[in-house]
C-alpha cells in the first residue's frame, strides 16, 4: 500500500494544514512542557529565560512568530491553491529557521524541535513539486 498525501480528488491542503497544525501544537505544548521544568517560574518571575531578558518586544516578537502555523492552516484552505503552495513555499524555511534559532535547554526541547522540522520537511516536499501543476492565479 503506497502513503498519498492527498485526498482521493487530489486536494493536498488537508495534508498541508494537518502539518501547520502539528508545528504548532509541538510549539504549545513545548511550552507548556518547559513550565514544568524545576526552577522555569523561578527564573521567568525574575525577568530572564535561559539568559534572555524578557521584554514586552520578545513577547510581541514571539506572538509574531506563533502567528505564521495559525494563519497557514486557514491560508492554505481559503488561497488558490497556487498561492497556498507558495505561501507554504515561504512560510515554512522562515518558520524553520526560528525554531532552529530558538534555546533548547533539555532533550525534550530538541525532541520538539525535531517533530516540528520533520512536519516542516513535510510541507515543502508536498508544495515544492505540486506548485508546478497548480494552475496560476488570476
Do not use: C, K, Y
Amino acid at each position: 500500500m503506497a502513503l498519498t498525501l492527498s485526498r482521493p480528488d487530489g486536494d493536498l491542503r488537508p495534508a498541508l494544514s494537518a502539518l501547520w497544525t502539528t508545528v504548532l501544537i509541538n510549539a504549545l505544548l513545548r511550552d507548556a512542557h518547559e513550565i514544568l521544568r524545576p526552577g522555569f517560574l523561578h527564573e521567568v518571575m525574575g525577568g530572564t529565560l535561559n539568559g534572555t531578558v524578557l521584554s514586552d518586544g520578545l513577547f510581541v516578537g514571539a506572538a509574531l512568530i506563533l502567528q505564521i502555523p495559525v494563519m497557514l492552516v486557514a491560508l492554505t484552505h481559503i488561497l488558490p491553491l497556487r498561492g497556498a503552495l507558495w505561501i507554504n513555499l515561504v512560510a515554512a524555511p522562515l518558520v524553520g529557521l526560528t525554531i532552529v534559532a530558538g534555546d533548547r535547554v533539555d532533550t525534550d526541547d530538541w525532541i520538539f524541535a525535531g517533530f516540528q522540522l520533520a512536519a516542516l520537511a513535510g510541507i515543502l516536499a508536498i508544495a515544492a513539486p505540486s506548485i508546478r501543476r497548480a494552475a496560476p492565479i488570476r
